[in-house]
């Protein structure tokens, strides 16, 4: 495969992942796409830069100390928010074995009770089997209610009749991502007091997140 033909595929999967996830900034992009190759980031914003020009894809900075982000269509009215979902997205990508594949990551399912930022689904391609995940972006000083509903909605099984239920034989695992050390504090006592179905917490820092893959 000569240099023109590497350049038309890698921007064919750059479009597609930004399509996919609705906005992705370079180092998403990086670490998604450019990991594995020497000066990924660099490549990555040589092949970015070119289809910003071409008008294939449009950029912004949710600030001036973050790297742009990239979008086609009209910008999300919850950028930063989004961005920060795309990194556990993109976490979730990076801790794949070679056996699973993502299966689904869809963005504020409403299950009336509660919605949660985001539904994940990680399936094993040789058993067949699958693990699911509720993701939780915490970017709030409110008081964090969502172990309690969580827990309502298992106990009243306000998830009946869901596409995924008939595929695992478990609740899916709540993954809480929040920015800060004190918040976390908080969280993870709410989750020691009402907890009281025993479901699956994981509670993690965006940044411990961003860090393993950058």
């Known amino acids: 495969m000569n240099t023109r033909q590497k350049g ?4 064919k999967a750059i479009l597609e ?11 998403q992009i990086t670490a998604l796409l450019f990991k594995d190759l020497a ?8 092949r970015l830069f070119k289809l910003y ?8 900075r949710v600030a001036l100390t973050e790297p742009y982000c990239y979008f ?8 930063e928010h989004l961005l920060a979902l795309n990194w556990v997205y993109v ?9 699973e594949q993502i299966h689904c990551f869809s963005y504020e399912a409403n299950y009336k009770l509660l919605q949660a930022d985001a539904f994940a689904g990680i399936r094993n391609t040789v058993t067949g089997k699958f693990k699911f995940n509720f ?14 509903k969580y827990n309502r909605l298992y106990q009243d099984e306000g998830y009946a009749g869901r596409w995924w239920a008939k595929l695992t034989d478990r609740f899916p695992t709540i993954l809480v991502t929040t ?18 179905a025993g479901l699956e917490f994981k509670l993690m820092l965006l940044s411990d997140i961003k860090e393993g893959l950058l």
């Not at 992942?17 to 180092?27: F, G, P, Q, V, Y």
């Open 8 to 11: 038309y595929y890698r921007d």
């Open 17 to 27: 992942a930004i399509e996919s996830r609705k906005a992705l900034d370079t180092d």
């Open 39 to 46: 000066a990924g980031r660099r490549k990555a914003q040589e």
């Open 53 to 60: 020009k071409s008008g294939r894809v449009k950029r912004c």
């Open 72 to 79: 086609t269509g009209k910008k999300n009215g919850r950028l």
């Open 91 to 99: 976490w979730f990508m990076a801790g794949l074995k070679a056996w």
């Open 135 to 148: 993701v939780e972006l915490d970017r709030s000083q409110n008081d964090f209610d969502k172990v309690r």
């Open 179 to 196: 920015t800060s050390t004190k918040r976390a504090v908080h969280i993870r006592q709410r989750i020691e007091n009402e907890n009281t």
